[in-house]
């Protein structure tokens, strides 16, 4: 027993013993202060595309290092954030950091670096360099190289040595090419690698190297692109040329392909991208019935196979659906907002009698969704038919369901939520539905209505008109 008591009394000593040894410990440091011994770059001058070799030592007598956060900066912008480790009571970095060349870089601009030495009391440091020099490359010569295929190269003429802007004219390019632009071309008018080449970077001009892409050009509204224009302070396009005249005349068969590319699913539809003018009548030949057979939002119908044009001189897309004999119209596939809105959802269709239904929470052709009219600014309007029954699901809400959207496609963060605009009732735009327009399960809604939303008060409106 007595030897019991005493193993017992020896592990309990034990454990306090234990405990004890590793109990963290906090160590205090005095008040103290980093500082920043030296810190230099190497160079008096770099070009845009260059490096710069930073050298930085810091120490605090007392409390130990922390963190060594570098910020390089170049007309207001980061171009680096770095934050390193440091430890002890000295360290010393070297550091090579790039300085990219991108649009808006003047030329003749200091490049700073801003330094802050952290110790382990979280007491910072600051400091500044900034006795580098960035200039812009030099461009003696630009060239606009299209693709194999898409014409011949064509040297630019700096027309405004302030604005670094580059021209070109009597080009003979379609209106829809590829193209790079370089400072050197080869013998046979190429791309020459050694100079500086731009091409698409994300969705704007870089510079690019061999594995980088061609800039898209197109312009739908000229008859070629004979003018072109390029900014080398903002690194963007234009182009330009003799503006087509709108269309007159639409035969559904000999100007409207079968199998359209900018539809997912494609089958039934012939279409193509046609340039229309504002209260341009348009004689159609193919259609029969067109009040019941075109897009009520861009046409009015003035005869019995004539139509005014109602959205804004532009290029469109029509879509003609050949098993019911229907004309669609809408904005091209890339267009976004504020300039188009689009539908998808469920309970919807073309507003063509006899009436049905045909959309789906997808993407794949006019049958899915649906491209609204802009009428003004902020102000967008389409016609569909609407039909609501009660979900199976027990869900309150029935089946006719939709939302806009600010592309044709899934885009999240970019939808129009109406739950924080007035609606018109039967139309509901409840909080609880992200934003979808809604209608309760016991709402007989079956009809064409007009709808029209307005950015500017706020308000969704449905006007049936059948």
């Given at each position: 027993m007595k030897n019991s008591m005493k193993l017992l009394f020896l592990m309990f000593v034990s454990a306090i013993f234990w405990a004890c040894t590793n109990e963290d410990v906090v160590v205090r440091y005095a008040t103290s202060t980093p500082k920043i011994d030296t810190a230099t770059v190497t160079e008096s001058q770099i070009t845009y595309g260059d490096s710069i070799h930073l050298k930085i030592a810091v120490s605090d007598k007392i409390a130990p290092l922390s963190t060594l956060l570098v910020r390089v900066v170049v007309n207001n912008e980061v171009v680096v954030s770095e934050k390193i480790r440091t430890a002890g009571n000295k360290s010393s970095v070297n550091r090579t950091y790039g300085v990219p060349f991108v649009p808006n870089r003047p030329d003749n601009e200091p490049i700073k670096v801003y330094i802050t030495s952290t110790n382990v009391s979280g007491i910072e440091k600051d400091s500044i360099v900034s006795t580098t020099i960035a200039k812009r490359p030099v461009i003696t010569d630009l060239?606009?190289?299209?693709?194999?295929?898409?014409?011949?190269?064509?040297?630019?003429?700096?027309?405004?040595?302030?604005?670094?802007?580059?021209?070109?004219?009597?080009?003979?390019?379609?209106?829809?090419?590829?193209?790079?632009?370089?400072?050197?071309?080869?013998?046979?008018?190429?791309?020459?690698?050694?100079?500086?080449?731009?091409?698409?970077?994300?969705?704007?001009?870089?510079?690019?190297?061999?594995?980088?892409?061609?800039?898209?050009?197109?312009?739908?509204?000229?008859?070629?692109?004979?003018?072109?224009?390029?900014?080398?302070?903002?690194?963007?396009?234009?182009?330009?040329?003799?503006?087509?005249?709108?269309?007159?005349?639409?035969?559904?068969?000999?100007?409207?392909?079968?199998?359209?590319?900018?539809?997912?699913?494609?089958?039934?539809?012939?279409?193509?991208?046609?340039?229309?003018?504002?209260?341009?009548?348009?004689?159609?030949?193919?259609?029969?019935?067109?009040?019941?057979?075109?897009?009520?939002?861009?046409?009015?119908?003035?005869?019995?196979?004539?139509?005014?044009?109602?959205?804004?001189?532009?290029?469109?897309?029509?879509?003609?659906?050949?098993?019911?004999?229907?004309?669609?119209i809408e904005p091209l596939p890339d267009a976004l907002y504020p300039e188009a809105v689009w539908v998808c959802g469920t309970g919807y269709g073309r507003p063509q009698s006899p009436f049905v239904t045909t959309s789906s929470w997808n993407w794949n052709s006019p049958l899915d969704y649906y491209g609204t009219r802009k009428i003004a600014e902020g102000i967008y309007q389409v016609t569909m038919y609407c039909k609501n029954a009660p979900n199976t699901d027990g869900n309150i809400y029935g089946k006719c369901d939709f939302k806009f959207f600010h592309k044709r496609g899934w885009w999240d963060g970019h939808e129009l939520w109406v739950d924080t605009y007035t609606l018109t009732p039967p139309f509901l735009g409840p909080a609880d539905v992200k934003g979808n327009v809604k209608l309760l399960g016991e709402s007989a809604v079956d009809g064409v209505y007009r709808f029209t939303v307005n950015e500017n008060n706020k308000t969704f409106t449905a006007e049936k008109i059948k």
């Open positions: 060239y606009i190289v299209p693709d194999l295929g898409s014409g011949t190269a064509a040297k630019l003429t700096l027309v405004n040595a302030d604005s670094l802007l580059y021209k070109a004219t009597g080009l003979t390019y379609s209106t829809n090419f590829k193209y790079k632009l370089a400072t050197k071309i080869d013998k046979f008018k190429r791309v020459d690698w050694t100079g500086l080449v731009f091409g698409k970077v994300g969705t704007g001009i870089g510079l690019i190297d061999q594995t980088g892409e061609s800039i898209a050009a197109f312009d739908g509204t000229l008859v070629g692109i004979s003018i072109y224009q390029f900014n080398a302070l903002q690194f963007t396009a234009k182009v330009g040329g003799k503006l087509l005249e709108p269309v007159k005349t639409l035969d559904v068969i000999a100007d409207l392909a079968p199998n359209p590319a900018t539809l997912n699913t494609s089958k039934d539809f012939r279409g193509a991208t046609i340039y229309f003018g504002e209260n341009v009548e348009v004689t159609f030949t193919g259609i029969t019935n067109l009040d019941n057979n075109i897009s009520p939002d861009y046409f009015e119908v003035t005869g019995a196979n004539t139509a005014k044009f109602l959205g804004k001189t532009g290029v469109y897309k029509a879509y003609y659906y050949v098993p019911t004999g229907y004309l669609y």
